[in-house]
């Protein structure tokens, strides 16, 4: 892939930038797109029930192994153990034995997905917020708590991976239009606005199977090639970096949510 | 609401106890009862599509001020801002300024799933593994993550304060099976086998208006009468304690889960 | 004591500010009036062989109660337990039974130094040093790493409270040039270039006793007076925080380190 | 260096252990033979003034790399920031901008005192007290604050490496008694009973210098040699750990502190 001027890049951020579409005081995006009516629908197409577990487990041995940012693996910690209980320490409260923990974490440990706070481009956030109403007492505007009960809809997996018929996708590989495209064509799915776009690249299975992460949670990992900013679905759709990582234009945060 | 022996409370554990139900190894408890179709049920109950939001923030302003178990409100810290960003810190990076950010908190912490692991009936847990298999490295059975795809069902909302005719129920009041009964039948509502039963009490709502937690987060806050163990529907449900906390009985942890 | 104003503040700070005194890349400040000679000299002082500990424990029971800047009193947490040991926990590697811990804390819990990085005029930091080279990284300059080794000298405790015949200063008292310069001279002490000045105002025994905290860690807890900037001797001194909280224009971040 | 079996190693901590010396509630160990007057005496050895800080940094580059027990190097946060300062974010408070941050780190991390509650020989600490007093609390006996005011007297420092005409000694050395007594006797200087010894093995420096820390923090790096168990002076010192690793049975935490 050629690499891209920052010119190239803050041109294409302009052109498709979406801020003040839903007015000056929005904070959902895209996610504004999907209708009551949307997971009514979303909720009829459930045949199996079966459920997937997405994420990666939100332990100590994932990827955030100092790659970037000063970011770490999830930090365990127990406030009361089984140990204890049996050595007689919580029989001060009578018939009350138990186990507590606490969790110290990054928000990008594990699989997470991105606020509209994440990324800047120059001076502004996403919707055209100063980027300095992120400071270090948190995000004043476009915060993830405002997704709280906005994250519901239809899910569209498009396994690149299978369609490509490789175990995964190399690391540096952008995956173009016309793959996306073509998997869409070859699973009989169509991508439709306000859809939950799920991106396989097999990546995640490989590097928990041989354990080492390499730059899974900052590095070259293959996602989406520049060119996919203008695929005509991506506009309108939420797309996770769960099965996958942006590689290009995506990580320069300009994709447009 | 009579204080019960330790006594009572153990013999209505051992009455009530499904220990090995599923076999030796099971971790699910209760949740085995949801089955595929059960899912495919409750998804084609989805009339409205509204979306509620059923958890605290998960902030600094939340009810664990020390009251119980060393236990604190979540820590929430910035590795990167917006206004470093603007300063020009990011910049050696092109083009890549961002926000990150870590928080850390107890699992106990806003609003949670109790794990079949948070309390100990003697030196056992749920399913009778030893309560030694949680020690300072974690939970070896029983842990939470096993939950991580099976918590998905008809919810029921049983909205006991409403039925009763009050914005909140006082502290120390024990929800009892007549009350359980009258409010679904109230609501033309049928507890089923498999479901999630949310229970009101609108406490929540009353100490979020007044900023004042009390004993929220392990005291005296209403919740359900020892008596409700025998409710004919308790053995086969997973009761949330979302909106409510739980007197009596359920706090010393024999509740069957 | 009358409400400074702004202007009245900044103009003290700009007549006392010693920035640029030892060039412009230092990072001591009075440490630099520190001689080894006066290490020398210190250490012969030695007459009784007393050690007193000067610092409030590193525990949860301190003053940070969220009073500031959503500090916290040290979260502790083990890593390994006696009662794991005992569990044979540890008995993997053989022979080794072990207990180990960690702490979470902000710096400016219990007691501490407070580091030239720590307070701002302008935009600036002692010696003139942008204040935006405090990032969320860290202080890229006048961190408090620069005191490692630069912390060795006389000690002078002037018991302001004991003088005054008080057993603790109330709340908002401001310690005045008088006080000092009368409490030096009924113990007999000279304060001189290069000493490590405590004042002790009573306030933490009996914050202690009480087990409130009070303003202690943030609030009107009695200190130093705005006038005491001019004391013949402060120029030369490194003033502790131990035994008090400074009132007044110290608080407000320009004492001349 | 023969590999020890358990068996020898208990045999000798049997023979050298000193509890109940100063009585059944002691909780400072070999720090009872320090008296007063040792302390002066101390002082008045101080001939140059000149201070050496002799711990490792306390940050992010440090040698705990998950190489033992959950261990982490310290992670380090900020509160806030200059460039929060310089944005407007403090000027709610006239005339206070400031600069605040914490630090969440293992008490292992960087260079360290051990507790004597640290290790455990069968189900007991130093002194006899049973293990399990120190639980998800803390460590109600024998915790390091103890030592608060305890850790007072002379140092010595022994270089062995430099003795032996090494940059520094290689991964799986054991300092032998000969080895202590020679680098003593070069230097002219008598370990007596009350000091500290502090023994340079020269791997510290090495291993900033190529920023690979190996075994340093809990594997094979150079220490004591079983034998020096026996050295004479062995049983009167606090002897630190900082420039070197213990190898050996000091490693089973058996050292006769």
Chains 1, 2, 3, 4 share one sequence.
Do not use: C
């Not at 803050?10 to 929005?26: I, M």
């Not at 993830?144 to 175990?167: S, T, W």
């Amino acid at each position: 892939m050629a690499k891209l001027s920052k010119a190239e890049v803050l041109k294409k951020a302009e052109q498709l930038k979406n801020w003040g579409r839903w007015g000056p005081d929005d904070e959902w995006g895209v996610l504004n797109f999907i209708t009551p009516q949307d997971i009514v629908n979303a909720a009829r197409l459930v045949r199996k029930g079966k459920v997937f577990r997405l994420g990666l487990e939100l332990d100590e041995n994932g990827p955030q192994r100092g790659i970037f940012g000063g970011r770490w693996n999830p930090l365990h910690q127990m406030l009361a153990t089984g140990t204890d209980a049996v050595a007689g320490k919580h029989d001060v409260t009578p018939g009350l034995r138990y186990a507590d923990d606490a969790i110290n974490l990054p928000t990008q440990a594990a699989t997470q997905w991105d606020a509209l706070s994440h990324v800047f481009l120059g001076e502004q956030m996403w919707n055209g917020y100063p980027a300095t109403l992120v400071d270090s007492r948190g995000a004043h505007k476009n915060g993830i708590e405002k997704f709280a009960n906005k994250m519901v809809g239809r899910g569209v997996l498009l396994d690149v991976a299978r369609h490509k018929g490789v175990p995964y996708l190399q690391d540096g590989y952008g995956i173009t239009v016309a793959d996306l495209d073509a998997t869409a064509s070859r699973q009989g799915v169509e991508v439709r606005r306000a859809d939950f776009v799920i991106i396989r690249t097999g990546q995640m299975e490989q590097r928990l199977q041989t354990g080492e992460w390499g730059g899974y949670a900052g590095g070259d990992a293959p996602g989406l090639a520049f060119e996919s900013l203008d695929w005509k679905r991506a506009q309108t759709l939420h797309v996770t970096k769960y099965l996958t990582k942006m590689a290009g234009a995506a990580r320069d945060g300009l994709w447009p949510h």
